[in-house]
Structure formats: C-alpha cells, structure tokens
C-alpha cells in the first residue's frame, strides 16, 4: 500500500495536528505542468495534434510535416508556459489542458501569442510601410476535471476588463471543451486520440472509486488500455512514465485539498515552506528517474516536463553514484 493509499484508507482516530502531519508527511509537492504531462506529451506526436486539429475545424490534413510545432517553453521574461502550440495553414493554435476552469485564460492566451508574434516578426519591420501578416489564433481548452461543466464554453477577454462595453476594441476567445469520457461525443467519434485519452482517464477515476492506491489505480488502467488498443503505442512506450504522472498528479491535488480544508496557521508557515521544497525536490527527482529509466533522454525530460538540464544531469549523476 502506497503512502498516499495509507492517508486515505487508514481507520481509527487521528487528531487534526496528526492528520495534518500525516498529509504533509505524505504528499508530493510538484508543479502544475505535471499536470498536463500527459496531455503534452500525447499530443506533441505531430499524427495526434493533426487528427485533434482536423477534428475541431472540419479539415482533412494528412500530411504531418505540414504541422510545425511550437510549444512555449518557460518565457524568461514572462516565466509562461503552454502545453501545445503549432502553426499550420495559416493558423496558429494554442491548445491547453486543465483540470480546473480558469477565468484567466483568454488573458494568459493574450500573453502567449504576443511571445509567438514577437518571435516571428523582426522588430524593424514594424515600423514599415508594409503590412505584416501573422498566422491566425485558435485557443482551445481541454478540460477533464471533477467539477461538472457543459460540453462547451467560452470564456472573453472583454469579462476582464473594469470598463465594460459592448463593442470592446481588444477582443480574445477561448473555447473550452470537456473531454471527459461521455462528453463532446461527435468531436470523440472524430478524434480518436482525444477519445483515448478520455478513456485512460476514466479508467483511472473508476479504480480509484473501487478503493485503489493510485500507484495501482493508473497501472490497472494503462494495462488494460494497452490490453484494448487505446493508446496503445503510446502507452507501450511511456508506461512507468505515465503511471508516475498520474502518482504525481494525485498526490499534489489531495495536498492542496489538506490546505484549503485546514488553512495556514500562526507560525506554520516557515515549517510549510520548507516541507513544500522538500516535497517537490523528492517528485521532481522521482519524474527523472523514471522517464531516464524508460529510455528518455535528459533533453527530452528537459523538453516535456519544463524541468532545467542542469537539475536532470544532476540527479542523473547522483543516481548513477
């Protein structure tokens, strides 16, 4: 039985202080692009994202080399991420995945795509006679959290500004589309990758309503997609990779549930803090040794997980050692 399983599964009575110590003691803190790990790595395969952009716009590319991506990697000046971006046929299209709906998006978006432009465009042909064309923007959502939504929103730039209008002169949409399994069905029957990954999700959800650790609760769902043909290739290849994802994801949302429920208190904060880095040292180490195990290259890890060389080279040699 895992650490995590222990928490949650344990009988007789522990105070509030023990819980709290026990729940600290327990979880793994890590950052949010864990969180979307999967998703990222699963659509960054070119044949996936092309099928996923087919599906939304009603297109039939066949051709993967005419997909070109460009996903934002830790922005030094405005320290962003985004988990999928590529350009094709004249399109730019910024694709994020979430568990939570975040209002905010249609502004994180605006600063994704002024970083994209900017790349694109040098700075002295701004002030040129000449019009500058730029690819057009597409912001799509996935959603697949708990929280029941519709199969479909749309979230405004315009609902954040202090003066409202009807005709506001800046204007950015995002739409947000659930895709957990049983939801947006049509755009599943397009997309078979997209259905897949909702599968693999439900499949680990149902575990974990059936009383199971995680650890056991993401094995028995990546066994028996790969046993069904869903996700198949991708999963053959990442398996202990996406099984630690998904320990990773699950530990961090059951920390930060113990935080809302029982919120800081006087003096605690300094103790919280260090307990915070030393659990997020431990997941981060814990990713690396297990993608390097599978065969991933520093470069790689470094690439998917948003994580510096320099750390990956480091616990690779500690490990080594």
């Not at 659509?43 to 087919?54: E, G, H, M, P, Q």
């Not at 699950?250 to 300094?270: D, I, M, P, R, V």
Request: proline fraction near 3%; charge should be negative.
């Amino acid at each position: 039985m895992s650490s995590c399983d222990k928490t949650l599964s344990s009988g007789g009575y522990m105070s509030k202080k023990g819980k709290k110590k026990q729940r600290k003691k327990n979880s793994l803190r890590v950052n949010r692009e864990y969180r979307s790990a999967v998703f990222k790595m699963y659509f960054s395969i070119k044949k996936n994202a092309l099928d996923l952009y087919n599906a939304l716009n009603g297109t039939d590319y066949k051709d993967e080399n005419e997909l070109e991506l460009n996903s934002l990697e830790n922005s030094l000046y405005l320290k962003i991420y985004n988990d999928v971006s590529f350009i094709i046929s004249g399109t730019v299209n910024l694709y994020e995945h979430q568990s939570t709906v975040n209002p905010n998006m249609p502004l994180r978006d605006l600063f994704y795509i002024s970083e994209i432009y900017k790349g694109m465009v040098p700075k002295k042909d701004i002030y040129g006679k000449k019009l500058i064309t730029v690819p057009t923007p597409q912001f799509v959502v996935f959603y697949n959290g708990t929280t029941d939504i519709s199969d479909r929103q749309i979230l405004r730039l315009s609902d954040s500004f202090i003066r409202k209008t009807d005709e506001p002169e800046l204007e950015l949409t995002v739409q947000v589309l659930n895709v957990n399994y049983g939801h947006n069905k049509e755009l599943m029957e397009k997309c078979i990758p997209l259905r897949d990954y909702a599968i693999l999700n439900e499949r680990v959800r149902n575990n974990l309503g059936k009383g199971m650790s995680i650890e056991d609760a993401a094995t028995e769902a990546v066994d028996s997609c790969i046993a069904d043909h869903v996700m198949e290739d991708f999963l053959l290849r990442e398996r202990a990779g996406v099984i630690m994802l998904h320990v990773l994801d699950f530990n961090e949302k059951l920390h930060n549930q113990s935080l809302k429920e029982e919120g800081y208190e006087e003096g605690l904060e300094k103790g919280l803090e260090q307990g915070l880095a030393s659990g997020y040292e431990k997941g981060q180490s814990a990713i690396i040794l297990s993608m390097l195990n599978i065969g991933r290259t520093p470069e790689e890890i470094s690439d998917f997980c948003n994580i510096p060389i320099e750390q990956i080279t480091k616990v690779q040699a500690s490990h080594n050692n």
